[in-house]
């Protein structure tokens, strides 16, 4: 539970959350006014209690007279001066109450810790999830973090690590680097039209000018009128997808099961960031 505890310090996520009391759409009080409460019983004193939760004289009485109206009879009330002097008290509902708020408060605490005992990878679910409320028109979509980065004159080299152990190249302009923030260990996604990826199943002894290759296993053909949509599957459970001609399809002569290599210029990947 420690080891739990401390990997969520260290990435930050916690759950947190505050008990607040209405009476009716009225806004009651919460842990300041009840504080504020549990300090005239200690001081006996108003603006004693005021000065230690660092609340001026003033707003405690406002506080005070807001309670006292919302609960419908008095929490605090005044002592006459004598040989001790006078004071304030709470009454026997104003010591009921913030009795009863510490026990709320208390259960409270315990929920919230159970909660984030039980919390690990929510922070990463988050993550994912606002990922896959990205919409674009582009068929291929990648995560990944960036590896390598490569200034230029005009133009930026961004290297990303994906699924798989594998890397994808992007050419991005210096000013996109700088207003996406893209430096090592930031996490992007990558956009890829289908339209853009070649296929090859035969590359031995080629040479390509295409950075991006991404080697896989050929999971479905969905024929068109004119196209054909192809989908390998990656290592890593990625999958990457190419929209050819039919003829091209027959000429390569495809099929589910065959290896092939999807290839993409570094100019065709759109580089995005979380928001």
Known sequence: ???????RAQHGFALQGTVWMTVGDENFGGPGRIALLAKIAE???????????????KAAWDAIDAMNNLAGEALVQRLAGG??????????????????FKAVEQVHRDF?????????????????????????????????????VVKGAVNDEIELDIAGGQRLVAIVT??????????????A????????????????GARFSARNRLQGTISRLTPGAVNTEV???????????????NDSAAALGLA??????????ASSVIVGVPG
């Open 1 to 7: 539970m420690e080891q739990a505890d401390e990997q």
């Open 189 to 204: 996604f990558a956009l890829i039209k289908s339209s853009s990826v070649i296929l090859v199943t035969d590359a031995e």
């Open 43 to 57: 001081t006996g004193s108003i603006s004693q209690a005021a000065k230690a939760i660092k609340m001026s004289y």
């Open 231 to 245: 989908v390998l599957d990656l290592p890593g459970d990625g999958t990457v997808a190419a929209v050819i001609t």
């Open 174 to 187: 210096r000013e996109s680097t700088e207003t996406l923030g893209l430096d090592i260990g930031r996490q």
């Open 83 to 100: 040989k001790g002097g006078g004071g304030t008290r709470l009454t026997p509902r104003g010591e009921q109450l913030v009795k009863n």
């Open 256 to 265: 589910e099961g065959q290896q092939a290599m999807a290839m993409f210029k």
């Open 112 to 148: 919230v810790q159970q909660l984030n005992r039980q919390a690990a990878g929510i922070a990463d679910d988050l993550a994912l999830i606002g990922r896959l409320n990205i919409k674009t028109s582009a068929r291929n979509q990648f995560f990944g973090t960036v590896c390598r």
